[in-house]
């Protein structure tokens, strides 16, 4: 039984210069397991080291299931994966099915007005296909395309819209409530630093338009 210990302490060991969080948690897993017995075959049983061995071992049984669970491969159809490619490619595919999660899709006619002037605007959008018209008044003033935000700067400065946008063409595009976004993202700060920086390259493009 004095070997259990020895291997216990070469897991750990081990444990200690691996770099992956699941591989550390396996092996204090098997580590923590060969001390048991060791314990247990004491001339009189070591009962309390046993039942903390027995409670690290369960949280790190938990928290191996969860980090699996999380590298699970991430499935998108065939639009979320265009959207993806388009626009959220500096997202993790697992934080884009977060994000997707939150989302409403909408499919709009040509000459539909989705955003008025001057408007308090609870969503923020990005363009999935057709084409949109920017327009100041009943000016013109840009257009948006496959991939581009709508009402961004509504969204990061709480202004109302200074300007309207109408579908030049049959519109699809997709949309998140700005109340239910922050809170997600006020949980998630590394998406929220990600996607601040997704809507400033989009704001970029379109003033070197």
């Known amino acids: 039984m004095e070997a259990f210990i020895h291997v216990a302490n070469v897991l750990y060991l081990f444990s200690y210069l691996v770099r992956d969080i699941l591989w ?4 204090t897993v098997i580590a923590a397991s060969c001390l048991i017995p060791f314990f247990y075959s004491r001339p009189e049983p070591l009962m309390a080291p046993i039942y903390w061995n027995l409670l690290f071992t369960g949280i790190n049984l938990v928290q191996i299931y969860i980090l699996l669970l999380e590298r699970k ?24 099915l977060k994000l997707l999660k939150l989302a409403t899709w909408t499919t709009e006619t040509s000459g539909q007005r989705i955003i008025e002037q001057d408007a308090t605007l609870n969503n923020l959008m990005v363009v ?9 008044g009943e000016k013109e003033v840009a257009k948006l395309k496959d991939g581009q935000f709508m009402g961004e700067m509504s969204y990061l400065t709480d202004s109302k819209t200074n300007a309207s946008v109408v579908a030049q ?24 630093a990600t996607l601040q920086m997704i809507l400033g390259v989009d704001l970029v493009a379109k003033v070197n338009a």
């Open 73 to 96: 491969p991430v499935q998108l159809n065939e639009e979320e994966q265009q959207l993806y490619r388009m626009v959220f490619r500096a997202l993790k595919p697992r934080e884009m």
């Open 24 to 27: 550390l948690r396996i092996l």
């Open 128 to 136: 999935y296909s057709g084409n949109a018209s920017v327009q100041v």
């Open 169 to 192: 063409t049959p519109l699809r595009y997709v949309s998140w409530s700005k109340d239910q976004l922050r809170n997600f993202l006020g949980r998630n700060p590394d998406l929220r």
